[in-house]
C-alpha cells in the first residue's frame, strides 16, 4: 500500500509511506529555497518522493491530508466556531481566519487543490483518492506509532488544528484513544506566538529565539502577574485557559497575532524595528517560557496520575520547544519520553500518512529508526557539479579524518553527506561543523556566517557513548529536541556549546544510520580527546537549510566557511591550504 501524506500551508511537505514504513519526506522550503514556502503546494516535495519510492503517481494508493476535511464541509465547524464566538465575541481578523478555513479546508475545495496541481504537474486528470485525517489526530499518530513504545501517554499541542489546541491520548499496543482536549481559543501555541511578535519577531518562524532568550531572562513579578492573566489556569486544577481578549478579540495596533489589551497589561511597548533589545525584553522570554512549562506540567501530572502510564510521546508545533521538553524529562514524572522530531505541521504529512495507513488496514505503521529520508547525491553526481563550476577538490579516500583534522586546526568545515535530513535540526547530513572546545570557532561562525542573534545556543553532536560524560541525566537523544544539564566536563571541554543557562541542545551520534558522521567525531575524539563536535544548521539566516549541492557550493562561497566537505571530495576556499597526503592530487 502506497499512501502520498501531504501539508499544505506553513512549512509545506510530503511523505511516502509504503506498507506502514516511511521511505521519502522532505519540506517544500529545502526544493524552492523559499524558507518555509509559505503557501506554496508541496507538489514538488510530491514528486521528489514517487522518485524515491521508484513508483509514479498511478501507484498511489491514498492521498492522506492531515485536517479533518468532513467537518469543514458538512456545517459542525461553523457551528462551533458559532459557538466560540458568542463565549468570546471576535474581532474582524477572527472572523475573516475562520470564514478562510471553512472555505480552505471544505472537502470540495481541498480535492481540487490537489486534483489541479497533479495535474499541472504530472498531466493526470484523474481524481485522486484522498483521505481526511483529522489534524491532532495526526501529531498523535506521528508520535506514538514512530515511538518504541507499547504503551505510551500521548500529547500534542501547537497553535490550533481542526477545533483543537491541544489532546491527550492513550497508546495501547496498535490503537490511539484520545481520552482529553483543549478547544479553541485556549492555545498556549498561540499565547506563545503572540509573546513572539510581541519580542519582535515572526510569529510562526520566531519562537524559539525567544526560547534561546528565555534563558538571559530573570523572574519579573510585574510581568508575571500580566501573563498569569492572559493564561490563568482553569478552576478544575489541571486544565489551563488562554483568555483571546489579550490574543485575538480585541483592537490591534501592533500586531494580528495579540491586542492592546496585553500591552497594557504588561506595561511596555512591543518590541518593532531595529529596536535593541533591553533587558526588559529578556525578562518577558523568561516569563512566557515559565507560564508555557507551568501549565503543560500540571496538565501531565494529573494524566499521568489518572492513566498511571509510564511513558510519554509528544508531537504538535509546541513540542519544538526544547526547554518544556527537557522539563518534562527532568522532573522524572515519566521513565522515557520520545518527542517525534518532526513535530510542527510539515511532519503531519507524515502522520497524515502514518494515520491514513492504521486507518486503513488496522496495523500500527513501523517505527522511526532515522530521518534521513530526504534527496542524497552519490560522488557521481557531486563531482560531476564540482567539474561543471569550474572548481578545484581532493577526492579523500576517509573524509570523515579528513575533515576532523580539519575542525581539529580551527577550521568551520559545511558537512554534506547522506539523505538530507528532516525536520528543523541539522542532524550531520547538512550540517557547519566547528570546533567546541574554542569559544572564538562559535562567535566566528556566528559573526561571520550564520548571522545570528548573541542568545541563541549552538549545539554539540557527541558520540552515543560519550553521552554521560558530558550530559547530565543522560539518555539516547538523536533528533538534538532535548536540552541537558551539562557536566563539569562539558563546561571545561566543550565551552562553545554550553548555553547560558548551562545546558546542552545535544545531538548523541550512534554508529547505525550516519555512520559517517559518526566516525568524523570519533577522529575528533582521537585528535582531540573531545567526542563532541559544534554543529549547526547548513544554511544562511533566513534561507532553508541546503538540499543539493548546488545549494551547497552557493552557501559555501557566500560565508566565510572555510571547507566544504561534500560526499568524497574536500574543497576549500582559495586562502586555505589544503591538506594533501604524498599518493593525492587535486583535481
Known amino acids: 500500500m502506497n499512501i502520498i501524506g501531504y501539508f499544505h500551508g506553513v512549512d509545506p511537505a510530503a511523505c511516502l509511506v509504503v506498507d506502514g514504513e516511511i521511505v521519502a519526506y522532505v519540506e517544500e522550503e529545502r526544493l524552492v529555497r523559499f524558507k518555509h514556502a509559505w503557501d506554496i503546494f508541496p507538489i514538488r516535495s510530491i514528486d521528489f518522493c514517487l522518485k524515491k519510492g521508484g513508483i509514479t503517481i498511478k501507484d498511489v494508493g491514498h492521498f492522506a491530508y492531515g485536517w479533518d476535511l468532513p467537518k469543514y464541509t458538512d456545517g459542525r465547524m461553523r457551528e462551533f466556531f458559532d459557538g466560540v464566538n458568542s463565549e468570546h465575541p471576535p474581532g474582524p481578523g477572527t472572523v475573516s481566519w475562520q470564514n478562510w478555513a471553512i472555505n480552505f479546508f471544505n472537502d470540495k475545495s481541498a480535492r481540487e487543490r490537489l486534483r489541479l496541481n497533479l495535474v499541472k504537474f504530472f498531466g493526470t486528470a484523474e481524481a485522486p483518492n484522498l483521505v481526511s485525517h483529522p489534524h491532532h489526530a495526526s501529531h498523535a499518530a506521528s508520535a506514538y506509532f514512530t515511538s518504541p513504545f507499547n504503551e505510551a501517554l500521548v500529547f500534542t499541542i501547537d497553535g490550533s488544528g481542526d477545533t483543537q489546541c491541544a489532546t491527550l491520548w492513550k497508546g495501547e499496543r496498535d490503537e490511539l484513544t484520545m481520552i482529553h482536549e483543549i478547544t479553541i481559543p485556549h492555545s498556549l501555541g498561540w499565547f506563545y506566538a503572540a509573546i513572539t511578535e510581541f519580542l519582535g519577531f515572526r510569529a510562526y518562524d520566531g519562537e524559539y529565539k525567544v526560547m534561546g532568550l528565555a534563558a538571559y531572562g530573570r523572574e519579573n513579578p510585574k510581568l508575571r502577574k500580566g501573563l498569569e492573566m492572559v493564561v490563568p489556569p482553569a478552576r478544575n486544577g489541571y486544565d489551563y485557559a488562554v483568555d483571546s481578549k489579550y490574543i485575538h478579540n480585541g483592537p490591534h495596533t501592533y500586531s494580528d497575532r495579540f491586542t492592546d489589551n496585553l500591552v ?151 558537512w554534506f553527506q547522506g539523505g538530507l535530513e528532516g525536520g528543523p535540526r541539522a542532524l550531520g547530513a547538512r550540517s557547519i561543523l566547528a570546533d567546541p572546545r574554542d569559544t572564538a570557532s562559535r562567535d566566528r561562525v556566528n559573526s561571520a556566517i550564520k548571522f545570528r542573534e548573541y542568545w541563541r545556543p549552538f549545539c554539540p553532536s557527541i558520540l552515543e557513548e560519550r553521552a554521560e560524560r558530558y550530559m547530565k541525566r543522560a539518555v539516547v537523544a538523536p533528533y538534538m529536541i532535548l536540552a541537558f544539564d551539562a557536566t563539569d566536563e562539558a563546561k571545561a571541554e566543550c565551552p562553545a556549546v554550553v548555553h547560558v543557562d548551562n545546558t546542552l541542545r545535544a545531538q548523541t551520534v550512534g554508529k547505525e544510520h550516519n555512520r559517517r558522521y559518526y566516525d568524523l567525531i570519533a577522529a575528533f575524539e582521537k585528535k582531540t580527546g573531545v567526542g563532541a563536535v559544534l554543529n549547526t544548521s547548513f544554511n544562511i539566516k533566513g534561507e532553508a537549510i541546503v538540499a543539493s549541492p548546488r545549494d551547497a557550493l552557493r552557501t559555501f562561497w557566500s560565508t566565510g566557511i572555510d571547507a566544504l566537505a561534500i560526499g568524497s571530495c574536500l574543497v576549500m576556499k582559495p586562502d586555505v591550504p589544503m591538506p594533501l597526503k604524498p599518493e593525492e592530487v587535486i583535481r
Open 264 to 414: 497594557d497589561i504588561l506595561g511596555i511597548m512591543p518590541r518593532q524595528g531595529e529596536v535593541p533589545l533591553e533587558p526588559i525584553h529578556e525578562d518577558l522570554a523568561f516569563e512566557a517560557q515559565r507560564i508555557l512549562e507551568e501549565r503543560v506540567m500540571t496538565l501531565l501530572t494529573h494524566f499521568q496520575k489518572e492513566t498511571g502510564m509510564k511513558n510519554l510521546c509528544i508531537g504538535g508545533g509546541v513540542a519544538l520547544n526544547v526547554k518544556m521538553n527537557s522539563r518534562i524529562h527532568k522532573s522524572g514524572m515519566f521513565d522515557d519520553i520520545f518527542i517525534f522530531p518532526v513535530p510542527s505541521d510539515s511532519g503531519n504529512a507524515i502522520g497524515a500518512a502514518l494515520g491514513a495507513y492504521h486507518a486503513l488496514t488496522k496495523k500500527r505503521p513501523k517505527g522511526l529508526k532515522h530521518v534521513y529520508f530526504g534527496p542524497e547525491y552519490d560522488d557521481d553526481d557531486i563531482e560531476l557539479q564540482l567539474k561543471g563550476c569550474g572548481l578545484k577538490y581532493r577526492k579523500c579516500d576517509d573524509i570523515a579524518e579528513d575533515t576532523a583534522g580539519l575542525i581539529a586546526e580551527g577550521k568551520v568545515v559545511a
